[in-house]
Structure formats: structure tokens, C-alpha cells
């Protein structure tokens, strides 16, 4: 058994089984992180000896016969955006360099219950801010399957990380896209729960009311286990869901038959790459095979999805980190002269050390949008942007309300190109967040989504199929993917881009 390319399925019934030990996966993937890591920059920090040592414990507790959470043995990657006690947070960002939380994030608890072994911090979007990960303050983030392309964002190195085969199974976290973007930039499967079903107490907010965290991995199945172990209410975070989780692995061999996928017109204009709509359109026609039906829907309001989301995220962002002053938390300017650029006076020196703090320690994009938050948020014109971007939020939400009374489901593209070359857009923001264009509306909506291969271009990169639910409609997204998945091999496939 080659471990780092088994299935954690598979690796999960090998350990109960006694045929590997913990020790000897978690010790397979820490050495293929050893050898891949300085070409992909997926991760920003490996805690080797503290995942050898609970994996000795695991070990040890299943020899004894002491009974074992469900992830027992299995190697997790976890985005660094979640709070872990033994290891830094950083966001990807020099304003929280060397920050040591106090505390393990909701989801980081639950895994450790759970008996997984984290083998460290990916890398992302500066503070989730990206469709690239470009935006990391520790360097870009490589795409597995063609090193010169992006891996998409923010959760970038989350992604590359499982197509990588560092890490069967990662954690990430989706404001506008950045768990089922990334994934299908890479190949692989990634889901984002409705909102409030995934605790977010311990993620460092970007936006508050758009954040969610979910699971990325090879599979459908796979996700399922994984969301299993995070998913349920906590009573330390006020948008936490107080209802029961079900068992999402059960329902996954349930037939199609019956299920209605609806298909939006709109989402096949102009700017949709012709190879990632034939893939689509195939994929369309994989499910009638499978006994689903197609029916046309509309989402009148998707077109200014893009422009919501970039009024309302924006906004919040402002409004989160304006903590990070260098007085209260982060970064602190240490009072070395700097070149001004003909600016020299300041209110006072308190000022001062507020505004070099955080032009230190804040990077391009992040500053970007807390500009544009903080004018959308300002006096004269919240009423003109923010008030009625949240407005227009409802009227897209009411569109996927009047849209899952004719189906069960919406299917889709993930983005309308396959991963693009690094640098590509780096100097367009706009062409940067149109990449979000078909992901932001679940968000804005509160709905759960998820996106998994369906294909490969001509130059051998990844397409992916995105499928929208109503909330909490996780078992019935799981199991769509997880039937698609037992009739093809496109999330088995495996990069050469890399040395194996």
C-alpha cells in the first residue's frame, strides 16, 4: 500500500484493521510534505514531532483496546485561518506573524476529539482575501498540476495540499469560494455547508457573515467523513445551527433516480471557457443517464452577485480588522524611519504607530479592502453601497428560494477557466473577483454548495462541477457527488506534474 495515495476511506479501515499503524501513515505524509512541499508551498508550518507523538498515542490507545474517535489515526491538513494552540495562526499575514493563540478553534477541537493527527498549516490568501493564492504575505501557493498556474483561493494551499498527496484529507474555509473554487482549480472534491451548520468560533473573521468552514478532499465520501466530525452546534458562537446532524455517510448509496438538478442559463454566456462547458454539458447528461432529470431555472439577480459580494464582504472585512492597530493585536511598528513618500506628519505619535503598524503589517489586497469598506461603510454613502447591497442580497437569496420549489438541487460550473497562470491577473482586481462569479451567490445566500472534478482540459488541468442546495441540504449534495464519483475516475486521478 503506497499510503499517501490511498483514500482515507481506505487508510481509515487499514488502521482499524491493524494493517498500517499511525505512526506509519502520519510519518508517509510528513515525508511527502518533506519532498514536495518546497515546490507547492502548500503548508506554512509542519508540527512533525507533535503529530508523531499523537500518533504514537493513537497507536498505543487502539493496542489497548481504548476506544478511538472517528478520524483515529488519519493526517489532516487545517488552513491557517483556525486557531491551534500549538502552532501559530498567521492568516498568511505579517500582521499576525508570530501570533500563538490562547485558544483551539471550534473545528480544530472537534478534530482533536476526534483522534486525527494535524500535520500543520496551509497557506492561503492573505486573511482569506483572494481567488489565487497570491496574496499570502510566505509566498504563493503552486498548483499540483501545472506549477505555473494558480491553485485558486484563498484556500489554495488546502487544495494543493490533498492533489499533492501531502495530506488525505484538509479543513478550509469558503467566504465567496475558497473552498469549492480552489478544489476545482485542483482536482479535487470540497464542500461548503450551509452557514451555521460548521462552528466558525476560533476562524479569524473576514467577514462574519459570509464565512464558513468545511472539508477538501479526493471524495465525496471522504468529505462526508470529515464534515461528520465537524459539523454540529456550539454554543460559543451565536450563528451556530441548533439542529441535529445526520449521519452523512449512510445516504450516500441512494440512487439519483428522481432527483431534479436545475441548470441556469445565465451561468453558459460569454467569458465561459468552451472546454469547461462541453465538460459541463456532459456532466449534465451523466446524471439524466443516472435517472436525475435537468430543468431550466432562473437566478435573475446572479449578475450582480459579484458586486454584492464585493460591498458586503469589503464592509465587514473593514470592520473585523481594525483591531490589528499594533496596539491592541498584531503587528507593531518598532519606530524605525521609514520613507514617507513626502509624508511626515501625523496627528500624533499614537497615530502615528496606528498607521505604520498597519502598513507593515497589512499586504496589498487586504488594504484594498478595507478601503473599500470603509468608504461603502462611511457617512454618506452607506445608505447609497452597504444598505443596499444587503438589500439586493435578499433578492438573490429569494431567487434560489423560488428556484429550489422546481428542483432539488442547481448544478453548474465551479469557475469559468481552468486554473490560470500565476501572475495572470495580478494586476486586474476586477478579473481577480470575476473568477468568483459562479460561488459567491451561495454564500450571499447562506446555502450549502459543493464543487468536484468532471474533467480535464486538452493541457491536462482540472474542470470542475459545482452543485447548489437549499440549507442544510448536505446529505442530499454529498450524495449527488458520491453517485457521480462511482461512475467516473476523474477525482482519482492523479498529477504528473510533480515527482510521485
Same mark, same amino acid.
Given at each position: 500500500?503506497?499510503?499517501?495515495?490511498?483514500?482515507?476511506?481506505?487508510?481509515?479501515?487499514?488502521?482499524?484493521?491493524?494493517?498500517?499503524?499511525?505512526?506509519?501513515?502520519?510519518?508517509?505524509f510528513l515525508d511527502r510534505i518533506g519532498s514536495t512541499n518546497p515546490t507547492i508551498n502548500a503548508f506554512l508550518s509542519v508540527d512533525r514531532d507533535g503529530a508523531l507523538a499523537k500518533a504514537e498515542a493513537v497507536d498505543t490507545a487502539r493496542a489497548q483496546g481504548k476506544p478511538l474517535g472517528p478520524l483515529a489515526g488519519l493526517p489532516v491538513a487545517v488552513k491557517d485561518v483556525l486557531c491551534t494552540t500549538d502552532q501559530k495562526t498567521t492568516c498568511a499575514s505579517r500582521m499576525l506573524k508570530t501570533y500563538e493563540?490562547?485558544?483551539?478553534?471550534?473545528?480544530?477541537?472537534?478534530?482533536?476529539?476526534?483522534?486525527?493527527?494535524?500535520?500543520?498549516?496551509?497557506?492561503?490568501?492573505?486573511?482569506?482575501?483572494?481567488g489565487s493564492n497570491e496574496n499570502s504575505a510566505y509566498g504563493l501557493v503552486r498548483n499540483p498540476w501545472d506549477t505555473n498556474s494558480a491553485p485558486g483561493g484563498s484556500s489554495g494551499g488546502s487544495a494543493a495540499a490533498v492533489a499533492a498527496d501531502m495530506a488525505p484529507l484538509a479543513i478550509g474555509s469558503d467566504t465567496g469560494g475558497s473552498i469549492r473554487q480552489p478544489a476545482g482549480l485542483c482536482g479535487i472534491t470540497g464542500l461548503k455547508p450551509t452557514y451555521g451548520r460548521v462552528s466558525r468560533r476560533g476562524l479569524i473573521a473576514f467577514s462574519s457573515s459570509l464565512d464558513q468552514i468545511g472539508p477538501m478532499a479526493r471524495s465525496a465520501k471522504?468529505?462526508?467523513?470529515?464534515?461528520?466530525?465537524?459539523?454540529?452546534?456550539?454554543?460559543?458562537?451565536?450563528?451556530?445551527?441548533?439542529?441535529?446532524?445526520p449521519d452523512y455517510l449512510t445516504g450516500l448509496e441512494k440512487p439519483l433516480q428522481?432527483?431534479?438538478?436545475?441548470?441556469?442559463?445565465?451561468?453558459?454566456? #460569454? $467569458?465561459?471557457?468552451? @472546454? *469547461?462547458?462541453?465538460?459541463?454539458?456532459?456532466?449534465?447528461? /451523466?446524471?439524466? %443517464?443516472?435517472?436525475?432529470?435537468?430543468?431550466?431555472?432562473?437566478l435573475p439577480h446572479a449578475r450582480y452577485g459579484v458586486p454584492t459580494y464585493y460591498l458586503i464582504a469589503p464592509s465587514e472585512a473593514s470592520s473585523n480588522l481594525a483591531r490589528y492597530d499594533g496596539?491592541?493585536?498584531?503587528?507593531?511598528?518598532?519606530?524605525?524611519?521609514?520613507?514617507?513618500?513626502?509624508?511626515?506628519?501625523?496627528?500624533?505619535?499614537?497615530?502615528?504607530?496606528?498607521?505604520?503598524?498597519?502598513? #507593515? $503589517?497589512?499586504?496589498? @489586497? *487586504?488594504?484594498?479592502?478595507?478601503?473599500?469598506?470603509?468608504? /461603502?461603510?462611511? %457617512?454618506?454613502?452607506?445608505?447609497?453601497?452597504?444598505?443596499?447591497?444587503?438589500?439586493?442580497?435578499?433578492?438573490?437569496?429569494?431567487?434560489f428560494t423560488q428556484a429550489f420549489k422546481k428542483v432539488d438541487l442547481i448544478g453548474g460550473p465551479v469557475s469559468a477557466t481552468p486554473a490560470f497562470k500565476l501572475g495572470e491577473k495580478t494586476d486586474d482586481p476586477v478579473a481577480m473577483y470575476l473568477v468568483d462569479l459562479y460561488t459567491v451567490g451561495a454564500n450571499l445566500a447562506g446555502i450549502g454548495g459543493i464543487s468536484f472534478p468532471c474533467g480535464f482540459t486538452k493541457t491536462n488541468l482540472p474542470v470542475g462541477f459545482q452543485l447548489q442546495g437549499p440549507a442544510l441540504s448536505e446529505p442530499l449534495l454529498l450524495q449527488a457527488a458520491h453517485q457521480y464519483q462511482q461512475t467516473t475516475d476523474w477525482h482519482l486521478q492523479r498529477t504528473t506534474a510533480i515527482p510521485s
Open positions: 500500500m503506497t499510503m499517501t495515495t490511498t483514500s482515507a476511506t481506505e487508510l481509515a479501515s487499514a488502521l482499524q484493521k491493524g494493517e498500517i499503524t499511525s505512526v506509519e501513515c502520519t510519518t508517509a493563540p490562547p485558544y483551539d478553534a471550534d473545528v480544530v477541537r472537534r478534530l482533536r476529539e476526534a483522534d486525527a493527527i494535524i500535520l500543520g498549516k496551509t497557506n492561503m490568501d492573505e486573511f482569506a482575501m483572494g471522504e468529505c462526508a467523513m470529515l464534515l461528520q466530525a465537524i459539523a454540529g452546534h456550539d454554543p460559543g458562537d451565536s450563528t451556530s445551527l441548533n439542529t441535529p446532524v428522481g432527483l431534479r438538478i436545475g441548470r441556469v442559463a445565465e451561468h453558459f454566456g #460569454e $467569458g465561459l471557457d468552451q @472546454e *469547461v462547458a462541453e465538460h459541463v454539458e456532459q456532466t449534465f447528461a /451523466a446524471y439524466e %443517464a443516472a435517472g436525475a432529470t435537468i430543468h431550466e431555472v432562473e496596539a491592541h493585536y498584531g503587528h507593531r511598528w518598532d519606530g524605525t524611519p521609514t520613507d514617507d513618500q513626502g509624508i511626515s506628519t501625523f496627528d500624533s505619535p499614537l497615530v502615528e504607530m496606528y498607521c505604520r503598524s498597519r502598513a #507593515e $503589517g497589512f499586504g496589498p @489586497e *487586504v488594504k484594498r479592502r478595507i478601503m473599500l469598506g470603509t468608504y /461603502a461603510l462611511s %457617512a454618506g454613502y452607506y445608505d447609497a453601497y452597504y444598505a443596499k447591497a444587503l438589500r439586493v442580497r435578499r433578492l438573490i437569496r429569494n431567487d
